[in-house]
């Protein structure tokens, strides 16, 4: 049997070519593209009206089906904005490792997660347990998230620009900010579920008004850059 042809230096060509593969951030950033994408189309499964009904109780549908569509356009923009962050992430890597997909994996395990606690908030957007639960789903996507930034960034070797430790804190800083919001949600949930509601419904626009501020800022426009 024929020996595979070799390099000047010796390696295996497949061997190579087998290793540039593995570290290619291109399947690791699709597949989560498909896992947010699912997502999303899981939380609009849960809005829907039942068919033949009477004029009334049309509108008596319509009535009950409020809470799960507010539970939805808060899901889906918090949704977006992880997708984002990830888009932006994975828009500066030059390669992955085995930590970083397996760090990728849990990080959707909690965003897997959204759409059930989402469909538990809308069915009980009124009880405190529904809107906590709601928010340690969020605080879980946050923390996973941090995890992933924190390994990337320590190992400049994956990214294709390393970045400073001045912009490596203040990306922490933006991606750890939303617990703060998702904190004092969770504190109102027992004497204002409306008010706590609205924190939640904020943070998305919360997170893109703190990085539009942060990149108008010459002292920290070039680490908020890396935002969208």
């Known amino acids: 049997m024929a020996q595979s042809e070799r390099t000047d230096d010796g390696d295996d060509p497949a061997d190579a070519a087998i290793a540039a593969r593995e570290r290619s951030p291109d399947r690791v950033a699709a597949f ?4 947010f994408a699912i997502v999303i189309t ?34 889906f923009f918090l949704v977006g904005m992880y997708w984002v962050w990830h888009r ?56 996973t998230k941090i995890a992933l930034y924190w390994y990337i960034h320590r190992r400049p070797y994956l990214l294709l620009t390393a970045a400073s430790d001045r912009a490596f804190r203040i990306g922490l800083a ?4 939303p617990i703060a919001l998702y904190v004092l949600a969770m504190a109102l949930a ?20 703190l990085v539009t501020l942060l990149r108008e800022r010459p002292a920290t426009a070039d680490a908020a850059d890396q935002f969208s």
């Open 32 to 35: 989560v593209d498909a896992v």
């Open 42 to 75: 899981i939380l609009v499964l849960e809005i829907g009206v039942p068919s033949d009904l009477s004029e009334q109780s049309f509108r008596q549908a319509l009535d009950e089906i409020g809470p799960t569509l507010i539970a939805w356009i808060i899901s």
């Open 88 to 143: 932006d992430l994975f828009n500066r890597l030059r390669a992955v490792n085995r930590d970083v997909v397996w760090l990728n994996l849990v990080f959707l395990v909690p965003v897997s997660l959204i759409p059930f606690a989402s469909a538990v908030l809308g069915d009980y957007h009124d009880d405190p347990i529904a809107l906590r639960l709601y928010g340690l789903v969020l605080i879980a996507v946050s923390l």
């Open 174 to 177: 933006i991606s750890a900010a």
């Open 190 to 209: 027992d004497v204002a579920h409306q008010l706590s509601l609205v924190v939640f419904l904020a943070v998305p626009g919360s997170y893109f008004l």
